[in-house]
Structures are given as C-alpha cells and as structure tokens.
C-alpha cells in the first residue's frame, strides 16, 4: 500500500482497516473482517469498548449503563459461530427471562405475560382485561408476523437498497371489520390500514391499558406512538416470538465477550484515541486522522459514530449520496434519551420478584407531550412517567444474597429540549422515577442504601451520541421517516455501522449493521446480504 504523504511532524502507521469507535456494531464488523483475513485496528475516543453498553460499579453492585435485556440473540450466535470456535453460550451465560415482562397499571391491574408463549399472553391478557382481550391481541400480533415477513431481509439482512423508498410503503395490514347492512349483510371487509401505532392501538385492542402495552413497546425505542408507522407492531412481535434474554453479569459481559473475540481474532484497539479527520486520497478512504496528529492509513475506513457528526471529519462534506436516506434535523429536538436510576438496596431479592416491570405512566399524552413535545424548545419533564424497573435474579450484579441491584429507566427529552446538566432537577426527575418504582417494590425507600443517576447529559458525554439520544430500530413505512443511512456512503472505503445507519439501534440491530458492513467489504458493495 502507498503511503500517504503528510508534515514530517506526523507519524504515519499502516492499518488495512481502520474503524472508528468500539460499539457493539463496531466489534461485530471488526470480528467477522478479522476473520476474513483482514488487519484491523479500532481507535476509541473513550476509555473502554461497547459504546452504550456500559457498566456502573459502587460497592459490589454493578449496573448496565444501556440496554438490559437481548431480543434475537441469533444475531449474537451467528456472529459468534462465524468468528470462532467458542459459541455465544459458551462465551456468556445466555438466560431466557420468564415472565418476559410484568405490567402495573394506574387502576390497579396487575398482568404478567409469559416468555415467548403465544398461548400464554392470550390467557394473561383475558385474565387481566377482559374476555376477547387476548383474542385481540393475538390477531394483531399474526398481522404483524406479515410486516416480519416482508421487512427482515431489507431491513435486518441486506444492505439499505437504492430504491429505498419502496420501504416507505408501510405493510401492516388492515384489519378484517364487519359492516351492518348498508355495506352487504353483515360480510366482512377490510378496514383502511392504520397510519400509526397508536392508530393500531385504538382501532383493533379497544381496551387503553392494551393499547399503553403495545405502544410501551414503541416507547421504549424511543419512538413517538402517534407518529411510529404501523409497521412498529413488529416489535412486539419480535419480543413475544423470540423471547426475552438477560445475559449473566449484565449485558455488560456480552460487550466484554465480544471484545475478547476481537482480541483473539488479533484486533488491534486504541483507547482515548480521538478521530479527527478522514483521510481521503485518489478519490476514496484512505485512513484517518488522529487528534495527536498520528495517521492511520487504510484501504477502508468504517464509522461507527452518528453520520450527522462526520461532516467535519470530511471536510465539510457529507457523507452519504444523492438520493440517499440521511439523518435530517429532527423538529422535536433530537432523538429521546433514557434516565436511568441505579438503587442499591438492602435485603434480598423475594423469589417471585419479576426480572422486568414496566410500570405505566397514568396520563399517556401528558407522557408523550413531555417526551416528544410539539416542536424545539424546552419541556418539562413528565411528573409521573413509564418506569422500567430491572431486577435480576444474578449473583454477580450485587455484594451478596442480602442486597439486591435494581435499575430504573424511563424515555425522556434529550439534552437540549431539556437541561440534564440541572443536578437539582434530574435528581428531581429521579425521585419520580423511584416513587413509580414503589408500586413494583413495596417498601423500596426503606430498603434504599444509596442510589446514582444517569442523564442523557452524561450518555452524551461518554458515547458522543448528540444530545444523549438512543437511536431506535429502522422501520418501514411513513415515507422511509424511519430508516437509517445506508452503510455504504459517497466516499468509495468508507462505511457505516452502528445503531445511527443502517439497520439502526439496538443490540440486534447493531449485531446486524456490522454484518452487512463486512459483508459489502469482504465481498464488495453488489452484495445482497446472507442467504
């Protein structure tokens, strides 16, 4: 490879692939190029690897700073199969969570629904809401299997098509109705499909507390319910089909495995190595530009940082091409953040305690107007939000049997709409969040030794991510509103990965960015994706 030329006060060293950051989309690419025979080395502008899957230590109580819980851990097995000889199971304690959730409701209902058992949910919702409940839950969620269907190759297997706007055609189906006799003697027909997900809600489970389960799970991605597509039931479809799965020691140590398998693939990583500019040359990628003035050539350079923030390490140029999906202003204020409130309690765990509880919030569209807003400005955050209360049953997040980690998370405004950087006010927020949490912890302020609070300010200031915001999964319909950048961008050797491109956030869905990514430069960009 020729060497670029550079100022004599520049040191240049050689890399074939260089990748920017070391989030899980990161790894999972870097892993599998290793494995194709590649020299890789990631530059890291924080301490440690895993991006948004960190770690809070204090005590002998541990917490994960992100996500707390795996959906489709195939993408994870694969991935594991593909770069080595120890399987995802054998390089992390892979625990299916039964029941998958439990749900608290303002009046009083109490419903928790089974690990992937459709017989199962059916019967918790009968009993929970009513007769048909069940029923109706169930024929939405068949629906949804056709937006599964349709959308798991473009969106999950295969790189971001250049017509990409045929994506923008939602395909959940509208629901069978019957008509009186004006419209045929009681025959059934279909209704006009539904535009959103609270459109979904309200028109085909009737009972609120069924319409607030399946829009909590559109909420918890971070996405706006009345603006979601219909397509978003496919969450919920994911979850209840493919289970629900903690990872022994948190979701941490699946970030720490991952990381071991670079190593032992001979990944090369640097921490507090800040990337400070592209290097292009003859037209195409040519490495990158560190803040301590070192060069790193390349033959591919691959970003796993938000495509909004690389114009400035391109000279002002943008990445993606004509025509391209791209990750436009959002008018709300940004992409929502999580508040998360780690508790250290005294006492143990009680044995029938549920692993996830999601206690609703009583005022949805007060929730909703806090979280998303009508347009930029300032908010004020929800009195009395959604809560996620995460309590694992695991030795290894706590001191001993007599303590016991719990992690509350609620979706709120990012940093900016609303100034997380106001200790008094996020402590504030974090004593909602705590006194939400009561209803699934009976006793919890007496139990409470000590608790620590995350805002979108402080993921900001470890991931980069604008505004602390979480990215959510790309989904079909609304005209592409909510499909990522494509991998492959203007610049021919550079790439994305990671939870801002292509197929968007989430572990899965990361797992998955870093396979397209390597894909399209092992076998070059007129790959179609795995068959």
């Known amino acids: 490879m020729t060497r670029l030329s550079v100022g004599a006060d520049k040191v240049t060293v050689m890399a074939r692939i260089v990748v920017i950051g070391s989030g899980m989309g990161a790894m999972a690419a870097a892993a599998r190029l290793a494995v194709a025979g590649h020299r890789v080395v990631v530059y890291e502008r924080g301490r440690t690897h895993g991006g948004g899957v960190g770690r809070f230590a204090r005590d002998g109580f541990r917490f994960d700073t992100g996500p707390g819980l795996l959906h489709l851990p195939a993408v994870y097995r694969d991935l594991f199969v593909k770069t080595g000889k120890q399987t995802l199971e054998q390089s992390v304690e892979l625990v299916q969570v039964d029941p998958a959730s439990r749900h608290l409701f303002a009046d009083g209902t109490d419903v928790r629904l089974p690990n992937a058992s459709r017989a199962g949910v059916l019967q918790a919702l009968d009993g929970a809401f009513g007769a048909g409940a069940g029923e109706r839950w169930s024929d939405l ?37 019957r008509r009186g006799r004006l419209g045929g003697l009681f025959g059934r027909g279909r209704a006009d499909g539904p535009r959103t997900l609270a459109e979904v809600a309200r028109r085909e489970l009737k009972d609120p507390r069924a319409a607030a389960l399946l829009e909590s799970h559109a909420l918890a991605h971070g996405l706006d319910p009345r603006s979601a597509p219909a397509a978003a039931t496919v969450l919920p479809y994911i979850e209840q089909t493919f289970g629900t799965w903690y990872v022994g020691g948190g979701m941490r140590a699946l970030a720490d495995a991952l990381h071991e398998r ?204 604008r505004g602390g915001g979480v990215p959510g999964p790309a989904l079909a319909g609304t005209d592409g509103a909510f499909l990522r950048p494509a991998n492959v961008t203007r610049l021919p050797g550079l790439y994305l990965a990671g939870g801002w491109a292509h197929p968007g956030g989430g572990l899965a869905h990361a797992g998955m960015s870093g396979a397209l990514v390597a894909g399209l430069i092992v076998e070059g960009e007129d790959w179609r994706g795995s068959q």
């Open 141 to 177: 969620v068949n629906r949804a299997r056709e937006v599964w269907d349709a959308t798991r190759r473009p969106l999950l297997e295969e790189p971001l098509r250049a017509d990409w706007r045929v994506l923008g055609r939602d395909p959940y189906p509208a629901a069978p109705v």
């Open 262 to 465: 670079c190593r032992r693939r001979r990944v090369e990583f640097h921490f507090e190595a800040e990337v400070t500019g592209i290097v292009e040359k003859d037209g195409r990628a040519a490495g990158v530009e560190l803040a301590d003035g070192t060069v790193a050539e390349a033959d591919a350079v691959v970003s796993d940082i938000d495509p909004a923030l690389l114009p400035p390490l391109l000279g002002g140029q943008q990445p993606w091409r004509e025509g391209d999906v791209r990750p436009e202003p959002d008018p709300s204020g940004g992409t929502p953040g999580r508040l998360t409130v780690f508790l250290a309690l005294s006492g143990a765990r009680p044995e029938d305690a549920a692993h996830r509880t999601v206690v609703h919030a009583p005022d949805r569209e007060a929730e909703l107007a806090a979280v998303f807003g009508d347009g930029p400005g300032l908010r004020e955050p929800c009195p009395r939000p959604t809560v996620t209360v995460l309590r694992p049953d695991d030795p290894a997040v706590r001191p001993d049997e007599d303590h016991e980690a719990v992690t509350l998370t609620a979706v709120v405004a990012p940093h900016g709409p609303v100034d997380w950087t106001d200790g008094t006010a996020a402590e504030q927020d974090a004593q909602r969040l705590i006194t939400a949490a009561e209803a699934a912890i009976p006793g919890l302020r007496d139990r409470l030794l000590w608790h620590e609070v995350r805002t979108p300010a402080d993921t900001g200031a470890e991931t980069g991510a």
